[in-house]
């Protein structure tokens, strides 16, 4: 257990709510119950692993990029340990598969290097394959499925005769999206791999899955996973990561300084591009706590960061109040991809992670220091 206080944490420092954990944690045991599919944490968009004993209640297991969040999985979470990888390195491959149950290959090339190891360790193997069906606009980089991408085998470069290795399929082609998209990818695995199915004992759907928003069609998802299940006598997984902490921790800040150059400036002490590098890669605008859009109330302000980036700029709102030095900036949404992004850039210091648990009391669960920007370099 941490150092307790009730408030006054020094800023900037990420907040997760058990109560909101909770509420996704009861929507997705909910998912599993009625359609029988198995939910794995993608730990690449949560990492906090204090939390992973009460995920670990509701889930089955996590879901590895790599060997770190592999060991990770195996070591904090427990239950079934499953990694994709792009390609695996030799010299990692044998710790590797000291961690985990499920591996999964993205190429004909590495189930020919590594899946007769893999099989004689006892593990149950995986091909990602790619679909070629893109559902979705606009983020070209969260896309596996554009022109020219590397994850997954298309069916062109499908080898039949590895089936003798293979126990699953692994597809990831979604972000952020509803089971409508998820329908439609489905319908082109079965058109372009569906002949295979009924051979394999296993289907993992991936994540992007956003199920704990307030207006996803579980259920439909849950007549799709049906289907799947029924059809072809598989054992279905997901591995959705944000679905799983959406809406459930914030990044709370304070402001420093205010300025004007042609709009109101307010420089906080936390930064885009070192605490929240989505909101610039992504791009998109992070919800703020009891603010509008720029206009939507009195005082407008264009947010920034403390580092040298011309760039690190967060977005432009409006609040009822004038902000000072010392008033305080939440922003929502920020358990996911933050924590696990961030970095220390400008010798940015790292933000405090505080758990509040279902009571209210608060819980220090890690701070940093000088050390943590010195011991990388
Ligand atoms: C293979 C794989 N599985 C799961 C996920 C988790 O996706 P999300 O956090 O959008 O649910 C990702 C995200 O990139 C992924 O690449």
Same mark, same amino acid.
């Given at each position: 257990?941490?150092?307790?206080?009730?408030?006054?944490?020094?800023?900037? $420092?990420?907040?997760?709510?058990?109560?909101?954990?909770?509420?996704?944690?009861? !929507?997705?045991?909910?998912?599993?119950?009625?359609?029988?599919?198995?939910?794995?944490?993608?730990?690449?968009?949560?990492?906090?692993?204090?939390? #992973?004993?009460?995920? =670990?209640?509701?889930? @089955? +297991?996590?879901?590895?990029?790599?060997?770190?969040?592999?060991?990770?999985?195996?070591?904090?979470?427990?239950?079934?340990?499953?990694?994709? &990888?792009?390609?695996?390195?030799?010299?990692?491959?044998?710790? !590797?598969?000291? #961690?985990?149950?499920?591996?999964?290959?993205?190429?004909?090339?590495?189930?020919?290097? $590594?899946?007769?190891?893999?099989?004689?360790? +006892?593990?149950?193997?995986?091909?990602?394959?790619?679909?070629?069906? &893109?559902?979705?606009?606009?983020?070209?980089? $969260?896309?596996?499925?554009?022109?020219?991408?590397?994850? +997954?085998?298309?069916?062109?470069?499908?080898?039949?005769?590895?089936?003798?290795?293979? @126990?699953?399929?692994?597809?990831? /082609?979604?972000?952020?999206? *509803?089971?409508?998209?998820?329908?439609?990818?489905? =319908?082109?695995?079965?058109?372009?791999?569906?002949?295979?199915?009924?051979?394999?004992?296993?289907?993992?759907?991936? +994540?992007?899955?956003?199920? /704990?928003?307030? *207006?996803?069609?579980?259920?439909?998802?849950?007549?799709?996973?049906?289907?799947?299940?029924?059809? #072809?006598?598989?054992?279905? $997984?997901?591995?959705?990561?944000?679905?799983?902490?959406?809406?459930?921790?914030?990044?709370?800040?304070?402001?420093?300084?205010?300025?004007?150059?042609?709009?109101?400036?307010?420089?906080?002490?936390?930064?885009?591009?070192?605490?929240?590098? @989505?909101?610039?890669?992504?791009?998109?605008?992070?919800?703020?706590?009891?603010?509008?859009?720029?206009?939507?109330?009195?005082?407008?302000?264009?947010?920034?960061?403390?580092?040298?980036?011309?760039? *690190?700029?967060?977005? *432009? #709102? &409006?609040?009822?109040?004038?902000?000072?030095?010392?008033?305080?900036?939440?922003?929502?949404?920020?358990?996911?991809?933050?924590?696990?992004? /961030?970095?220390?850039?400008?010798?940015?210091?790292?933000p405090s992670i505080v758990y509040r648990e279902r009571d209210g009391r608060e819980?220090?669960?890690?701070?940093?220091?000088?050390?943590?920007?010195?011991?990388?370099?």
């Amino acid at each position: 257990m941490g150092e307790r206080k009730p408030a006054g944490w020094r800023t900037p $420092y990420f907040l997760v709510e058990e109560e909101r954990l909770l509420h996704n944690l009861e !929507i997705l045991r909910d998912v599993k119950a009625r359609s029988g599919c198995k939910i794995l944490l993608a730990q690449k968009a949560f990492s906090m692993y204090s939390c #992973y004993p009460l995920i =670990a209640e509701y889930l @089955d +297991g996590s879901a590895a990029s790599g060997l770190y969040e592999a060991r990770l999985g195996k070591e904090e979470f427990g239950k079934e340990t499953h990694v994709f &990888s792009p390609a695996y390195r030799e010299d990692e491959f044998d710790e !590797i598969l000291s #961690y985990a149950d499920h591996v999964v290959f993205n190429s004909p090339a590495q189930v020919k290097r $590594y899946a007769a190891k893999a099989k004689k360790a +006892g593990k149950s193997i995986g091909l990602r394959i790619n679909p070629e069906c &893109s559902t979705q606009e606009g983020h070209a980089i $969260y896309d596996p499925c554009s022109p020219g991408s590397r994850l +997954g085998t298309t069916l062109e470069n499908f080898q039949e005769e590895q089936l003798e290795f293979l @126990d699953g399929f692994h597809f990831h /082609t979604l972000c952020e999206q *509803d089971s409508d998209a998820l329908e439609v990818t489905v =319908a082109a695995v079965e058109e372009r791999f569906g002949r295979w199915l009924p051979k394999l004992k296993w289907l993992n759907l991936g +994540g992007g899955h956003h199920i /704990t928003r307030s *207006d996803y069609d579980r259920e439909r998802l849950i007549r799709i996973i049906r289907h799947l299940k029924e059809t #072809y006598d598989l054992e279905v $997984y997901l591995e959705p990561g944000e679905a799983v902490v959406l809406n459930a921790g914030f990044l709370v800040a304070t402001v420093l300084d205010t300025m004007y150059n042609g709009i109101n400036l307010a420089i906080l002490d936390t930064s885009a591009a070192c605490h929240m590098p @989505d909101v610039l890669e992504m791009p998109y605008r992070p919800p703020v706590q009891e603010s509008g859009l720029p206009g939507e109330k009195a005082w407008t302000y264009r947010l920034g960061g403390p580092t040298c980036l011309a760039g *690190d700029v967060i977005g *432009d #709102y &409006s609040f009822d109040r004038q902000l000072e030095p010392g008033s305080r900036v939440v922003f929502e949404d920020m358990a996911l991809y933050t924590m696990v992004k /961030t970095n220390t850039f400008n010798g940015m210091p790292l933000p405090s992670i505080v758990y509040r648990e279902r009571d209210g009391r608060e819980r220090l669960v890690k701070k940093f220091a000088y050390e943590d920007f010195k011991s990388r370099l």
